[in-house]
């Protein structure tokens, strides 16, 4: 039974990329609001796989074949498109460094705050509201690279 209390629902999913073995078997997974939840494993257990599966691009990009059912927020994933998909799950990877674009901390958290906003100072606004909520507003004028992974 899918809870109205949970934001991710994963019941007896299996994914497997083209051509290969299941990598994600019968895996049950329930995330509850405002949980904190960290994904660790081995290597090759299946961590990326199982962003790029609720991410979309599992099956969008990567290509695969997926068994059992996801519900993010109680929409089925299998009815929405990867850009529906991005707008409500984000993915940050193991190295920090490969998701800046730009030198300055706060142009690149711009650029992606206005990817959704498409409001140039709504997503500055979000940005700097952000950071005071997070108290890092001392890091957003640096270089990514004058920064520690932690910050």
Do not use: C
């Amino acid at each position: 039974m899918i809870s109205t209390k949970n934001i991710i629902e994963i019941k007896d999913l299996w994914f497997r990329y083209k051509n290969s073995e299941w990598i994600l078997k019968n895996l049950k997974l329930a995330i509850a609001k405002g949980e904190l939840v960290l994904i660790i494993g081995s290597s090759g257990a299946g961590k990326t796989t199982l962003t790029r599966v609720l991410t979309g691009s599992a099956l969008y990009i990567y290509g695969g074949e997926i068994k059992g059912y996801i519900k993010i927020n109680g929409r089925d994933i299998s009815y929405l498109s990867i850009e529906e998909l991005r707008s409500i799950i984000q993915v940050i990877n193991q190295n920090p460094y490969t998701h800046f674009i730009y030198p300055r901390i706060i142009d690149d958290l711009v650029n992606y705050a206005y990817t959704f906003y498409k409001d140039l100072s709504k997503a500055v606004n979000t940005v700097k509201e952000v950071s005071r909520w997070l108290n890092i507003e001392g890091v957003l004028e640096k270089n990514i690279f004058e920064v520690s992974g932690g910050q």
